[in-house]
């Protein structure tokens, strides 16, 4: 992994635009279609990030329709037994019967002290029972696009490896609110979630959903993928996206390469017309093409081919 240094801001290293348009994107174009994702519903939102806390998002689904189903409302749970709500919480499984206490009592709140209305602010949103930094932070995203970014395991992993941000908490915070476009906490943060739930998983997949930072990620260009939760690297040596990573990186060192140069600086063991030769490179080129990762200028010969980064 790269150097770390805390000092050198991502809008000074990276082109924020292009970084963020990608992922939005990305993310637009195909995530997991849970249901809270469809709602602005403060109420279902809280729900929904109270059972995650503990619970597989795929279990959390079946649980979420059916509390919601029965509890539509902080009136509605607000004026059941709060024996009724545990009991609910304890037959699905669902983690420490406490927040299912704490959700009783955040509803009986916002009827009483808010006039059944959420209030909108991560700071106004922790005065509720239960409620710490990061679920108020993600109701007022999620719900009324007014959160600062969100920074979980997930987020700290894709920031670590993508931009080379300090294993520090502060670090993180700060990064990951640099890369937030203002006013789209919304989208903005279900997409980097998503890209840390989906893509920047502990073993990665990078080329396998497509992750639109290849261009910029420091882990794809060094293929060093080890994060604070991934002390030890994921098993990947040789493999055909470690050597699309290294085309990567090193395009960002000489900007444009023929093929043969290219695969000297990729593998020790190149050899223009051997099995790892211009006919194995200029798959991996191709490939990078089709992801609209690079851009190749064929010439009269596969030897003549130039390769660059997308721009």
Not at 6 to 22: F, I, Q, T, Y
Not at 113 to 137: C, I, K, R, W
Not at 144 to 160: L, M, Q, S
Request: negative net charge.
């Amino acid at each position: 992994m790269t150097e770390r240094d805390d000092a050198v801001s991502l809008g000074e290293a990276h082109d924020l635009e292009a970084v963020r348009d990608a992922l939005v994107e990305w993310y637009e174009a195909d995530h997991r279609d849970f249901p809270w994702r469809q709602t602005d519903d403060p109420y279902a939102i809280l729900v929904s990030e109270v059972m995650s806390q503990q619970t597989q998002l795929g279990r959390v689904v079946e649980a979420w329709e059916e509390f919601l189903e029965r509890w539509p409302t902080t009136a509605a749970l607000a004026a059941t037994d709060r024996a009724d709500v545990v009991g609910f919480w304890t037959d699905h499984s669902l983690g420490y019967n406490n927040r299912a206490k704490y959700l009783h009592e955040s509803a009986q709140q916002v009827e009483s002290e808010y006039d059944g209305s959420f209030p909108e602010s991560p700071e106004e949103l922790q005065e509720l029972m239960g409620v710490g930094p990061y679920t108020a932070n993600a109701v007022a995203s999620f719900a009324f696009n007014n959160g600062d970014a969100v920074v979980d395991t997930n987020v700290k992993r894709v920031c670590y490896r993508s931009f080379s941000v300090p294993d520090d908490d502060a670090a993180f915070e700060t990064a990951a609110n640099d890369l937030m476009p203002d006013g789209r906490s919304r989208v903005w943060n279900n997409a980097i979630m998503e890209l840390g739930g989906v893509a920047c998983t502990q073993t990665p997949r990078c080329d396998e959903v497509g992750c639109p930072w290849r261009e910029w990620c420091d882990a794809y260009a060094s293929g060093d993928f080890t994060a604070p939760d991934v002390p030890t690297q994921p098993s990947f040596e040789g493999s055909r996206r470690q050597f699309r990573g290294r085309v990567i990186g090193t395009l960002r060192e000489y900007d444009e390469l023929e093929v043969d140069p290219l695969g000297h600086r990729i593998r020790v063991d190149y050899a223009p017309d051997g099995e790892y030769g211009r006919e194995w490179l200029t798959g991996l080129l191709s490939d990078l093409e089709d992801d609209g990762l690079v851009t190749l200028e064929r010439g009269g010969s596969p030897a003549e081919t130039v390769a660059r980064l997308q721009r």
